[in-house]
């Protein structure tokens, strides 16, 4: 903002008393030794004949009447707009008593109001302000209503004090605009108002309701450490920057938005005491350390959104909104700003309870959960999604490996990419399907979790899928948990690490079917051949039936007994011997008995059989029953 002249005169030493002893601290007119309002009459009518529109004006610190404002305006007034007309116009200080009407006013120049007092209502509606306008300190004590004005210099109203009503509907801000500090006790309204520039609310206080309904923000809007006592209007409102409400205070705001942001949305420490409904479209909605005292509900369009150490004291639902927001008159929100199927990422629930959260159709592919505390009460609804393992085939040393097709947290992504020693993939490109997702700290095995920590998690989320009867949906958690037991070589034992890899080797924790089945064919496959080898004897043994005749007559004896089993010679694998050693293994499945003769070494084949593949069959029908389990 123009900085007014230094004067080459005093301050108006007339009217003295004795809280004030320096008395009228009005700028004097030039040529003269007092201020306007202590001219004399000839002297006032002479200086004001002498002014034209847009003439430079200084009336520092000069009190005021509502008649000598209204003639000193009557002095600049333009006979083509009949609006009062003003270059540079200095009012820094100056006491308004009655109405101050600067409606219509065009301020060619810097306007300085900068301290000055309205003791009555003021008007600035229609108002041009050409250069700098400087409101800083002003106290308005009066309803002030700037309705259409246009501001297209810096527009500043820190520290400023509104008493009363404060309107800025439909008013131009093309430079920056600040508001910081100022406080409202009456209602303010900035609806369909148009901040080109920056507009910073830092630290201001509205006591009564606050309305930015339709705004438009075209850049970055500032409302750090606000406090909103009444209710906070934001319905339609667009930010084409960021926008900041980090440490905001909303009282008693029960609906918030639809709220528009090209940018974020940052929501970091604000504190929502009442319950509420905020429906946001933007790139990013961060929430770290935002509190909510009261149930809420947050619907999302378009966003990632951290919630990052929130504070939950009652129920919290983020749900992806599905079409763009209307409001209650039908009004559908423009988010031609953005781009995309709307889809909402959560990316943070690190160091929150989660037993008040609730997360619907959102996308968890990068989502931290470390840190977070009754995991397992965390309800997620609808469509879930979550990062799956890398496809295609992969070189593990000497030998070729292909992941086991499954959803995994965040957590795990990042462990297995620190360490596969993978580089870091490039900012704001899309994840490779074929590589695992390095996290924020890579390649930092300090701040990265490790399996004992994730295995943790899994189990906890898998519960809260169990919870909920979802059974089938938990398969993945319980897959990812196993897994995270087996890598821990500082949690797990490693006769327990033994165990998991034979399980995850032979059935794939008992959720991959398929590998099950493989196994129990390639096991009967085997005890076939090996019956055919060595199971089956050379010829099915045949019963012998020898008797004694006693002499002289009498009854007979007969003792009836079988050959030997005789060991396989010759050709062992014939069509005949292999439908033996197929009923033999078939029966052993199902631990029955084949009933066939069978060599030494072939009843232990059976009896290996009849333990081994009755188990491998039970791991197959987990599987599938884990799957399908409802």
């Given at each position: 903002?123009?900085?007014p ?49 847009g ?16 003639r000193?305006?009557d ?19 100056a006491?308004?008593?009655?109405a ?9 120049g ?21 250069g ?8 308005f ?16 109203f ?48 509205f ?5 930015f ?9 500032e409302?750090?450490?606000?406090q ?14 960021d ?10 705001a029960s ?17 929502f ?33 951290d ?19 209307t ?32 997360l ?26 979550l ?21 995994t ?7 297995r ?7 870091s ?13 390095t ?5 930092d ?6 399996p ?20 089938p ?8 948990e ?6 821990d ?14 399980y ?66 010759g ?60």
């Amino acid at each position: 903002m123009s900085t007014p002249p230094a004067p080459s005169w005093l301050h108006c030493a007339h009217g003295a008393h004795p809280t004030d002893p320096v008395g009228c601290r009005g700028i004097w007119v030039p040529g003269h030794t007092t201020c306007l309002a202590h001219l004399t009459d000839t002297a006032r009518d002479t200086y004001l004949a002498g002014l034209a529109p847009g003439a430079d004006i200084d009336h520092r610190g000069t009190p005021f009447t509502e008649d000598l404002l209204n003639r000193l305006l009557d002095a600049v007034r333009d006979p083509t707009t009949a609006y009062p007309h003003l270059g540079d116009a200095w009012f820094d200080g100056a006491q308004f008593s009655g109405a101050a009407g600067f409606n219509g006013a065009q301020f060619s120049g810097a306007a300085g109001f900068n301290g000055a007092q309205f003791s009555g209502a003021a008007g600035f509606n229609g108002a041009q302000f050409s250069g700098a306008a400087g409101f800083d300190g002003a106290q308005f004590s009066g309803d002030i209503w700037f309705g259409r004005a246009r501001f297209s210099g810096h527009a500043r109203f820190g520290g400023a004090r509104f008493s009363g009503d404060a309107g800025f509907s439909s008013a131009q801000f093309s430079d920056d605009a600040w508001f910081g500090r100022a406080r409202f006790s009456g209602d303010a309204w900035f609806g369909g108002a148009r901040f080109s520039g920056d507009a910073v609310f830092k630290r201001a206080q509205f006591s009564g309701d606050a309305g930015f309904i339709a705004a438009r923000f075209s850049g970055d809007a500032e409302f750090s450490e606000v406090q909103f006592s009444g209710d906070a209007k934001f319905r339609r409102t667009q930010f084409s920057g960021d926008v900041w409400f980090s440490d905001a205070q909303f009282l008693v705001a029960s609906w918030w938005g639809p709220v528009v942001c090209g940018g974020t949305v940052d929501l970091s420490g604000a504190m929502f005491g009442a319950p509420v409904t905020l429906e946001v479209a933007a790139r990013q909605v961060r929430c770290t350390r935002a509190r909510w005292q009261s149930t809420a509900a947050v619907r999302v369009r378009h966003a990632s959104v951290d919630l990052g150490h929130a504070v939950l004291e009652a129920p919290l639902a983020v749900t992806a909104h599905p079409t763009p927001f209307t409001t209650a008159g039908g009004t559908v929100a423009d988010e031609s700003t953005l781009s995309g199927s709307g889809a909402v990422r959560v990316v943070s629930v690190q160091g929150v309870d989660a037993a008040h959260l609730v997360l619907t159709d959102t996308d968890l592919s990068d989502c931290l959960f470390s840190g977070a505390f009754h995991l397992d009460q965390l309800r997620l609804e609808g469509r879930t999604a979550l990062a799956f393992t890398p496809t295609g085939w992969h070189r593990k040393g000497l030998s070729p490996v292909r992941w086991t097709r499954r959803r995994t947290l965040a957590e795990e992504q990042h462990w297995r990419a620190q360490t596969a020693g993978q580089s870091s993939a490039p900012a704001g490109t899309p994840p490779e399907p074929r590589r695992w997702r390095t996290g924020p700290h890579h390649p930092d095995p300090a701040r990265t979790p490790d399996p004992d920590d994730i295995a943790s998690l899994y189990r906890q989320l898998r519960k809260a899928f169990e919870d909920g009867k979802n059974e089938p949906g938990a398969a993945d958690f319980y897959y990812g948990e196993c897994e995270m037991r087996r890598h821990d070589r500082t949690g797990t034992p490693k006769a327990e690490r033994r165990l998991l890899w034979a399980y995850w080797l032979l059935s794939g924790y008992g959720l991959r079917a398929g590998r099950a089945l493989g196994w129990l064919a390639a096991a009967m496959l085997a005890t076939i051949v090996l019956l055919m080898a060595f199971g089956l004897p050379m010829s099915s043994p045949k019963q012998e039936a020898t008797g004694t005749v006693p002499v002289g007559g009498g009854t007979v004896t007969f003792i009836i007994d079988k050959q030997d089993v005789k060991n396989p010679t010759g050709d062992r694998f014939t069509s005949k011997r292999f439908d033996k050693a197929l009923n033999v293994t078939l029966n052993s499945v199902v631990f029955r008995s084949s009933g066939q003769d069978l060599t030494t070494t072939g009843t232990y084949i059976e009896m290996t059989s009849r333990i081994l593949e009755p188990a491998l069959l039970a791991l197959a029908v987990l599987a599938i029953r884990g799957r399908i389990k409802r």
